[in-house]
């Protein structure tokens, strides 16, 4: 293996805006990656996760705070002086060049000798398993062999950082599955530090090592896979965490760490997760897992069922109770649509956020 | 019940009918609509050509190939291919020069439209209007004289129309926005993304250029060229208006114009423009076969 990346110690953001128009700004990011992480950026459409991407990569210009590799600030330098890896959505194949060619059009750009460049290409072609694809144009590939030469073509510069934008969307599922495994032993064997923009949070729990969740252009919460999917400390993570039922009612009373929600005619008491005064608004936030059917009680709500779908070993439906709230819902035996039923959740699986944070 | 299986039996194998199987192979009743642009374009362009390859080799007087002998022979006729070429080609290059840089500009610009619509008036506007315009524009008299003069550059006025450099100059007016349009939908046709992604590999604008931009663009610009100097070569109004017809811009149209209205030989005429245009077929041939030579896929990043 030739394949050496720069060392380096932390890429650092601070206060990092770009205001362009409206559309995706980012309003103050800050965030440290240390060498050797994997990290996920995750938000919906135009949260600003692909803005951030483009700002570290120089290819959008950042209009306010700094970014910093150790100890050199590269938020001025030019997308070609910063060096780093980057793999697109679309590939960006050079549809001219061959798959050789494409691979080694970065350490010809830097005037490596053509021996070293033959003998790196041929490294990285090995690592991503294309060894013999190299003489093909990208049109004479498929999706997935597409991906691995982009990723090849990233890697081979030798960056001290890997940027990758939400390289597995154009592929089918099957696929997608597949090459996520691939990136993240690429991302072992080379021991690379990886920034990883993504809106599917599968692929982000999955792959990454902490997952910076981005909404409106505003980081919501950094965290480890584990950190965010069982604690997370915004409603719109949750949300984003499968948290599918969100249920707004007025706190009525609380205790250290639990609340109770008047919904309607029903109570619902979970855990709390942000601090919330009595008598105002809160949502609380139920996994459809978490929400099966049961005895009428505590923590339980008549619904009417509108929809059912089998899952194999469950089945996933969704129902509206007497007061017009949609639930999403697990059972694990067969129910009628149009039946009545009393749908609970544990109170330790219920969280509950303030209205607006 | 029998009937109905004897009779699904008989369809199964009779197979598809004529009209499915001619649809299948692209002709259906749609395909008709051809008939009329076929007709038109043999009436209009395949019988005058004919006519005209028929009657060059019935000349006036000697034997059929006479015409060809006499114009490969005599200065006076052969020397206005090297004429024409000469304003043709330079004009043609100076124009995809011009308009590559101003493509990749209104590439990034939002009022794209409005900046096109300008450049595209001469077109409109028609080559006698912008030569009579540019009489008086570059002419002795003229703004542009007056005014080098007026700030000292030169001291008495260039002489810049009736010769050379009038033509050019209205060539280059002319032809202009028709090659920017054609580059310009070349140019915007490249997937950006590939600009971003040669950047972050390291190039500098000047390597994204020549390794990426230019061999992508390359069979566009190539095409781009041949219709562009075709549009030139067969100038004629401005190289009489502008020129000077008797001289250094008596290019092959006016030597076939004067053989047909001057001479009344139009078998000798007929001879002139099947040589014009062997003479632009060989040029459009050699740009094409060099185009081969250059990557002709797609221009984005394949699919996906």
Known sequence: MTIALQKFDELRLEHVRREFGSLNALKDVTLTVKRGEFIALLGPSGCGKSTTLNCIAGLLPVTGGAIWLDKRRIDTLRPEERGFGMVFQSYALFPHLTVKQNVGFGLKMRGVSKAEISRKVDDALALVRLSGQAQKLPGQLSGGQQQRVAIARAIVIEPPLVLMDEPLSNLDAKLRLEMRAEIRRIHNTLGATTIYVTHDQDEALSLADRIVVLKDGIIRQVGTPNDLYERPEHIDVADFMGFRNRIKGKVIRQTNDEATLAVGDSEITGLLRTSVQNGSEAYAAIRADDLITGDPGMNAFAARIDTIEYRGREFVGTARTMDGIDLVFRSDHAVDLGATIHLRAAPERVLVFSETM | ?304
């Open chain 2, 1 to 304: 019940m029998t009937m109905t299986v004897s009779a699904e039996k008989h369809h199964v194998e009779s197979g598809p009918s004529l009209r499915q199987r001619l649809a299948a192979q692209g002709f259906d009743a749609v395909t008709l609509l051809v008939i009329p642009s076929f007709v038109l374009l043999a009436l209009l362009f395949i019988y005058p050509f004919a006519y005209g390859l028929v009657l060059s080799f019935e000349p006036k007087a000697g034997s059929a190939w006479s015409n060809y002998v006499r114009f490969f022979t005599d200065p006076y006729f052969y020397s206005t291919i090297w004429k024409t070429l000469l304003l043709s080609v330079p004009v043609t290059v100076l124009n995809l020069v011009f308009s590559l840089p101003v493509a990749f500009r209104v590439r990034l610009l939002y009022r794209q439209r409005l900046l096109t619509t300008i450049l595209v008036i001469p077109i409109t506007l028609g080559t006698v209007l912008i030569a009579e315009g540019l009489l008086n524009y570059l002419g002795p008299q003229g703004w542009f004289n007056r005014a080098l003069l007026a700030i000292g550059l030169i001291d008495h006025p260039l002489r810049l129309v009736h010769n050379y450099w009038g033509v050019f100059a209205s060539l280059v007016i002319n032809g202009f926005p028709f090659t920017f349009l054609l580059v310009l939908s070349y140019v915007t046709g490249i997937d950006p993304a590939l600009e971003q992604a040669a950047a972050t590999l390291g190039a500098s604008a000047r390597q994204r250029f020549t390794h990426v931009y230019l061999p992508i663009l390359m069979p566009g610009l190539a095409i781009t060229f041949c219709l562009s100097f075709v549009q030139a070569f067969s100038v004629f109004p401005s190289a009489v208006l502008l020129g000077e017809p008797a001289g250094e811009t008596r290019v092959m149209s006016i030597a076939a114009y004067q053989a047909a209205f001057e001479e009344y030989d139009y078998s000798l005429a007929s001879a002139i423009a099947m040589i014009m245009g062997f003479v632009q077929l060989a040029i459009v041939i050699g740009m094409m076969a060099s185009r081969g030579l250059f990557y002709r896929g797609p221009a984005t990043g394949a699919k996906g």
